[in-house]
């Protein structure tokens, strides 16, 4: 006897994806990968920008305790050493990888600086804080908000917030 067959007969997959389902799931990891980069670069920005504001930190600190010795600034900045400072003298912060920090001082005033250095993806950034602990972003790179003469904090995202 013979048997009849009814349509045709379905090929037997064999296993593996399709061209479809691979292309699919490339557009998706793209997507994601889009998204995501972004938002990782500026995270990683920010977090360099610490190294700026703490350096601030720790200059204003270092001054105010030389006024309240001696009721004066003292005369200039140097490098870091080892062994105290002379009164006449303070170190700079001894290690900056993405900032350079400097400072002018008078008897009565200073001006610390911390600026970004181009080298390590930071151009464009500049931080100041004086002896009124007035904190101030006087320059940012483009596509950021913030910076300024109304700038009256150290700004640490794009959108302008501190």
Do not use: H
């Not at 990891?29 to 360099?48: E, F, G, H, M, Q």
């Not at 250095?117 to 931080?127: D, I, L, S």
């Not at 007035?134 to 501190?162: E, I, Q, Y």
Request: hydrophobic share 40%.
């Amino acid at each position: 006897m013979r048997t009849a067959r009814v349509g045709p007969v379905a090929p037997r997959r064999t296993g593996g994806f399709t061209l479809i389902e691979v292309l699919i799931t490339v557009a998706i990891v793209s997507i994601l990968a889009a998204v995501a980069l972004p938002s990782y670069t500026d995270y990683i920005t920010r977090s360099k920008i610490v190294e700026a504001t703490s350096s601030l930190s720790d200059m204003r600190v270092r001054l105010e305790q030389v006024f309240l010795d001696s009721r004066q600034y003292p005369a200039s900045c140097v490098a870091p050493a080892a062994g105290p400072a002379p009164a006449t003298q303070i170190y700079l912060p001894a290690s900056s990888k993405y900032f350079t920090v400097t400072c002018a001082l008078t008897a009565t005033t200073y001006t610390v600086t911390a600026t970004g250095k181009a080298t390590e993806a930071m151009g464009g950034f500049v931080y100041t804080v004086d002896q009124g602990n007035n904190r101030k972003t006087t320059s940012l790179p483009s596509g950021w908000s913030g910076a300024g003469a109304g700038s009256t904090c150290w700004v640490s995202k794009k959108n302008g917030d501190c």
